[in-house]
C-alpha cells in the first residue's frame, strides 16, 4: 500500500477532554503499520498542532474527539489553509454525533471514524490519506 | 484459595470422574477460558473449590468483617441504593431547571458535573465559546452556583460533586450556604473527583497541578473538611477512570486500593485520626460486562479494604472498614452499532454492580456512545434501575450469590490477583511513586491494547461490531442536545459583569492570602479556596494562581 518513504502522520487531541485510550491505540496501529508517527498528549492548542505539523513534515493529522472537542475542527482547517498547508489530510475519530459528522466533512475533514471502527480500515484510510497527501503537495 | 474439603461426600470423586470423562468428549475447545483479568474460569465449581466450612473465615456476616457479603447489615434491604445519574449541561439556570425535574420526582441524591473548561481550571472566557456547557454546567462563581442551586433546600440534598481539586465547586457551595445561613454541618455529599492520582493515570479532562501539589490540596482539603463540613466525603478513591482507560478489572481494583493506602498515610502522616478520615473515605467505580468477574471484583475489593483497614492500619471500628462505593456502568462497552442493545448492556451492567453490593449507582444512557445524552434516553436509564429494584427484587436479599461454588472461588481468586498487582505497587514504593515513574499508565496501556487485541481478533465479542452486524446505521434517535449559543452568550455577560461588580479589595485580600498560603506551604490551601471563593474570586482565578505557586502537571507520553 505505501511506498517506500512511510507515511508522516500526527495523532493528537485538542481541546479540554483528556481521554486518551483511543489516541494511543490508533497511535499503536498506524506505527505498526510501519508509519512514522508522531503522537502528543491530550489539550493541545490549534496553533500548536499546525505548527508541529509543520516541522515535522506530517501527511495526514489524526484527531481524537470524545467529548465535543470536533467541534473546534473548522478552526484547525482554516488554520492549516492559512499556514499553507491544504495538502495535509484530517482524520477525526471518536463520538462524533452523525449531524457533526456532515458539519465536519464539509469543513474539509477527510473522514470520521466512529467506536467500532477496525484496525484495517483505519489503518488503510490513513495510507491512502497520506498517499493523496504527498501528491497534493507535489 | 481453596482447601481441601473437609469431609467427603459419599460418592463425589465418582460423579466428577463421570461428569468430567463425559463433558471431555462432548466439548472439542481446549482453549482455556480467561476473564478479563486473565483468571481461567473452569466449566463448573463444585464444594472442591469453596467449602461451606469456611463460611467464617470468608464471608462472615454484612456489616462486620471480613465484610464480604455488604457493609452494613441490613444493606438494600434497610436503604435501597442512591439513583445518582449526572447531570449537567449548558448555563446554571439549565442545570437548576434539570435538577428541580429531577428532586421532584423524587430522587436525593443528586450529582453536579461542570463544564470541561472548569475541569481544566478555566473561565469560560477563556476558551473557545463552542465548547462552553457542551458536556457540563458553566460553573464559575459563587453566584453561579447560587443559581445552580437556587429554589433548592441545599440542606435536604446529597450531592456527588464532580469536583477536582482545589474543590472550588464545594467552595463556591460553602459560601452559597454561608449567604443563605445553612450550617456547614448540613452539607451533605462527595467530592468525586478528589482523587488526583487516578487522573494522573488516566488521563481524563482535569485540571493537574504538578504531583506534589496535587497532594498537598488534596490533604488540606480532607482536613479542613473532617473539622468544619464533617458529614461531606471529601475523598472518593476512582477505579472507574482507570478501568475505562483500559485496566483489567483486577488491576482497576489493586491501582485504587493501592491510592487509598497512599491516601490514608498521607493523612496519618500529617497527623489526621485514621477513625476521623477512613469513615469518610469512599470509592467509585466502573462495572464492565463481564458480569460473574465485576461482583467478584466488588466483594474481594470490600474483603481486602477490610483487611487494611484492620491490619495495616490497625483500627478495629467498622465504620472505617466499610468500603463504600458508588458504581457507573461501563461507557466504553457501549457500541454505535444497534445502539438500543446498549439498554441491554447497561441492565446487565447494573445488575452486576447491584449483587456486587453497591451503594450509588449512575446507569449509562443507551446513547452515550453517540453525543451527550439525550433526556429521553437517560429517562430509560433510570427506569432500568427501577425495574432491576422493584420489579426484578435484586435489593431484596443480601449477597444473594454468597456460598456459591463459582462466586466465592472466583472472588478468592480475584481477591489473590488483586492483592499480586498491589504487592507490586508495594514494591515499587507505594502508589505516588508507581504513577510518578509512568509504572502504571504503562500496565493499563499494555491492557487496553491487549483487549483491543481480543476484540480486532474475535475472541472478545462485541455484539453489532464483530459478530451479528448489521448494515444498516445507528438508527432513529432523539435530536442533539446542545446548550443554547444566546443563553451561554449571556452566561459571558454575567461572568464579566460580575467581575466589574464585585469588591475588588476583597478578592486581592483573598488572592494573596491563597498564592502566600501556596508559596510558604503553611495554613490550610484548601481553607483559603473557600475564602476567596467567598470573596468573589472565580474558579479560573484561583486554579491559575495555584498553577503558578504549586506548578503545572505535564501528563506522561506514552504512545
New interface residues.
Given amino acids: 500500500m505505501l511506498t517506500d518513504t512511510p507515511a508522516r502522520v500526527l ?1 493528537t487531541k485538542v ?7 483511543g489516541s ?2 490508533v ?2 496501529y498506524l ?1 505498526d503499520a510501519g508509519m512514522e ?1 508522531i ?5 493541545q492548542q490549534i496553533p500548536a498542532v499546525v505548527n508541529l505539523a509543520l516541522q515535522e513534515d506530517v501527511e495526514v493529522i489524526g484527531i481524537s474527539s470524545l ?3 470536533h ?2 475542527l473548522p ?1 484547525l482547517m482554516d488554520a492549516l489553509g492559512a499556514a499553507g498547508l491544504d495538502h495535509i489530510r484530517v482524520v477525526v475519530g471518536g ?1 462524533i ?3 457533526d459528522e456532515r458539519m465536519l466533512l464539509d469543513a474539509g475533514v477527510s473522514r470520521v471514524f ?3 471502527a ?2 484495517e480500515d483505519i489503518v488503510e484510510a490513513f495510507a491512502t490519506l497520506a498517499l493523496e497527501a504527498r501528491s497534493a503537495a507535489e | 484459595m481453596s482447601k481441601p474439603m473437609q469431609l467427603p461426600l459419599p460418592g463425589f470423586e465418582q460423579s466428577r470422574a463421570r461428569w468430567r470423562q463425559t463433558f471431555e468428549t462432548q466439548t472439542v475447545d481446549a482453549e482455556p477460558l480467561r476473564n478479563r483479568s486473565g483468571i481461567e474460569l473452569k466449566p463448573l465449581y463444585t464444594p472442591a473449590d469453596w467449602d461451606s466450612d469456611r463460611y467464617m473465615d470468608d464471608l462472615g456476616f454484612p456489616g462486620e468483617a471480613p465484610m464480604t457479603r455488604g457493609i452494613y447489615a441490613s444493606m438494600h434491604r434497610g436503604r435501597p441504593w442512591s439513583q445518582r445519574q449526572l447531570i449537567g449541561l449548558g448555563t446554571p439556570e439549565d442545570y437548576n431547571r434539570r435538577l428541580k425535574r429531577i428532586l421532584a420526582s423524587g430522587a436525593n441524591a443528586v450529582s453536579l458535573i461542570p463544564c ?2 472548569v ?2 481550571g478555566f473561565d469560560a472566557d477563556q ?2 465559546p ?2 462552553l456547557g ?2 457540563g454546567a458553566v460553573v464559575n462563581t459563587v453566584d453561579d452556583m447560587e443559581t445552580c442551586f437556587a429554589e433548592v433546600d441545599l440542606a435536604a440534598l446529597s450531592t456527588a460533586m464532580n469536583d477536582p481539586l482545589p474543590f472550588t465547586l464545594l467552595a463556591f457551595v460553602l459560601a452559597v450556604a454561608e449567604r443563605r445561613g445553612i450550617p456547614w454541618t448540613q452539607i451533605t455529599g462527595t467530592s468525586n473527583q478528589s482523587d488526583y492520582i487516578s487522573h494522573f493515570v488516566a ?4 485540571f493537574r497541578l504538578s504531583l506534589p501539589g496535587s497532594r498537598r490540596v488534596l490533604l488540606d482539603h480532607i482536613k479542613f473538611c473532617n473539622e468544619r463540613v464533617p458529614n461531606w466525603n471529601p475523598l472518593s478513591v476512582v477505579g472507574q477512570h482507570m478501568q ?3 485496566a483489567t478489572p483486577a488491576e482497576a481494583m489493586a491501582f485504587t486500593l493501592c491510592s487509598a493506602i497512599q491516601y490514608a498515610e498521607d493523612c496519618l502522616e500529617a497527623g489526621l485520626e485514621a477513625t476521623r478520615f477512613l469513615p469518610r473515605f469512599t470509592f467509585f467505580f466502573d462495572i464492565s460486562m463481564s458480569f460473574f468477574e465485576e461482583i467478584a471484583k466488588f466483594r474481594a475489593g470490600r474483603r481486602i479494604w477490610g483487611r487494611i483497614v484492620r491490619e495495616r492500619f490497625g483500627i478495629r471500628d467498622s465504620r472505617a472498614m466499610r468500603f463504600k462505593f458508588h458504581a457507573q456502568t461501563s461507557g ?1 462497552d ?4 444497534q445502539p438500543l442493545n446498549n439498554i441491554a448492556r447497561v441492565a446487565n451492567q447494573a445488575t452486576a454492580g447491584i449483587l456486587g453490593g453497591l451503594q450509588s449507582l449512575h446507569t449509562d444512557a443507551y446513547d452515550e ?4 445524552p439525550t433526556e429521553a434516553a437517560a429517562r430509560i436509564a433510570v427506569n432500568t434501575q427501577n425495574i432491576l429494584r422493584e420489579e426484578a427484587g435484586l435489593g431484596d436479599v443480601i449477597d444473594p450469590l454468597g456460598g456459591s461454588y463459582y462466586v466465592e472461588s472466583l472472588t478468592s481468586r480475584m481477591e489473590q490477583q488483586i492483592e499480586a498487582l498491589m504487592d507490586a505497587i508495594d514494591a515499587a514504593g507505594g502508589m505516588y511513586q508507581a504513577v510518578s515513574s509512568g509504572m502504571v499508565q504503562r500496565m493499563i ?1 499494555d491492557s ?2 491487549a483487549f ?1 487485541d481480543r476484540v ?1 481478533n474475535g475472541h472478545q465479542v ?1 455484539v ?2 464483530n459478530k451479528y452486524q448489521r448494515e444498516d ?2 438508527g432513529e434517535r432523539s ?2 442536545e446542545r446548550p443554547d449559543p444566546a443563553l451561554m452568550q449571556r452566561q459571558l455577560e454575567k461572568l464579566h459583569r460580575f467581575k466589574a461588580e464585585r469588591n475588588d479589595a476583597a478578592v486581592r485580600t483573598a488572592l494573596d492570602g491563597l498564592a502566600e498560603t501556596a508559596a510558604h506551604d503553611q495554613g490550610n490551601l484548601f481553607e483559603a479556596v473557600v475564602n476567596a471563593a467567598g470573596a468573589g474570586v472565580t474558579h479560573g482565578e484561583i486554579c491559575a494562581c495555584l498553577r503558578r505557586e504549586l506548578g503545572d502537571g ?6
Avoid at chain 2, 456512545?369 to 451527550?372: A, D, E, H, N
Fill in positions: 495523532v481541546g479540554l477532554d483528556g481521554h486518551d485510550r494511543r491505540i497511535a499503536a506505527r508517527v503522537y502528543t498528549s491530550p489539550w467529548a465535543t472537542d467541534l473546534l478552526k463520538i454525533p452523525d449531524e466512529h467506536p467500532g477496525t484496525r | 470541561n473548561s475541569y481544566r476558551v473557545d463552542v465548547l457542551t458536556c488521563n481524563h479532562m482535569f475505562q482507560a483500559g466504553v457501549l457500541t454505535r452499532q456512545v453517540l453525543s451527550v496501556g487496553a491494547f483491543q480486532e462485541v453489532g461490531v446505521g445507528p435530536p442533539l505535564q501528563p506522561l507520553i506514552l504512545p
